[in-house]
């Protein structure tokens, strides 16, 4: 389900607050639309937790939630050290966790967002997660009889 309420933070925002930095065709001065479904960027997928929760179990019982800084946490960099992945929020409205189980093997973290998290990528700009409990993914690809996660 996506949510019909936009964020009112742009790429321009963002990446000012954070100084991460976006491809030069990327439009800035959009809002950035807020999805409380299933989305993906590149090589990671985010998915709500009731949807994957017999999947998923947090290790840590508590104990290794991080508050997300206010300049971003980066998530995944390609293999190759290509553009990173990052997640941004604004103070004490997201937390990270890393420390999790999932039985595909896939999830690179777990967050709680109080309020709007985004998601910014050089290539791909900036997607808006809805407030909720989310587990992040790598995405794989599925092709000639073989699994391989997706290269961005």
Same mark, same amino acid.
Request: glycine share 10%; net charge negative; aromatic share 6%.
């Given at each position: 389900?996506?949510?019909?309420?936009?964020?009112?933070?742009?790429?321009?925002?963002?990446?000012?607050?954070?100084?991460?930095?976006?491809?030069?065709?990327?439009?800035?001065?959009?809002?950035?639309?807020?999805?409380?479904?299933?989305? @993906?960027? $590149?090589? +990671?997928?985010?998915?709500? #937790? !009731?949807?994957?929760? &017999?999947?998923?179990?947090?290790? =840590?019982?508590?104990?290794?939630?991080?508050?997300?800084?206010?300049?971003?946490?980066?998530?995944?960099?390609?293999?190759?050290?290509?553009?990173?992945?990052?997640?941004?929020?604004?103070?004490?409205?997201?937390?990270?966790?890393?420390?999790?189980?999932?039985?595909?093997?896939? @999830?690179? $973290?777990? +967050?709680?967002?109080?309020? #709007? !998290?985004?998601?910014? &990528?050089?290539?791909?700009?900036? =997607?808006?997660?809805?407030?909720?409990?989310?587990?992040?993914?790598?995405?794989?690809?599925?092709?000639?009889?073989?699994?391989?996660?997706?290269?961005?």
């Amino acid at each position: 389900m996506t949510s019909s309420s936009t964020a009112t933070r742009t790429l321009a925002d963002l990446t000012a607050r954070t100084g991460l930095e976006v491809l030069d065709h990327l439009e800035r001065e959009l809002t950035t639309p807020v999805t409380d479904g299933i989305q @993906a960027q $590149g090589d +990671l997928i985010v998915i709500p #937790f !009731a949807l994957v929760e &017999h999947a998923v179990t947090e290790l =840590s019982h508590g104990h290794y939630w991080h508050d997300v800084p206010t300049g971003g946490l980066e998530l995944l960099r390609s293999a190759a050290g290509g553009n990173p992945h990052a997640l941004v929020a604004d103070d004490r409205t997201c937390r990270w966790n890393r420390f999790i189980r999932d039985t595909t093997g896939l @999830a690179i $973290g777990m +967050l709680e967002a109080s309020a #709007f !998290a985004y998601l910014i &990528h050089p290539e791909h700009g900036a =997607s808006a997660i809805a407030p909720g409990r989310y587990v992040i993914r790598r995405q794989r690809e599925h092709g000639r009889g073989q699994n391989h996660l997706v290269a961005d």
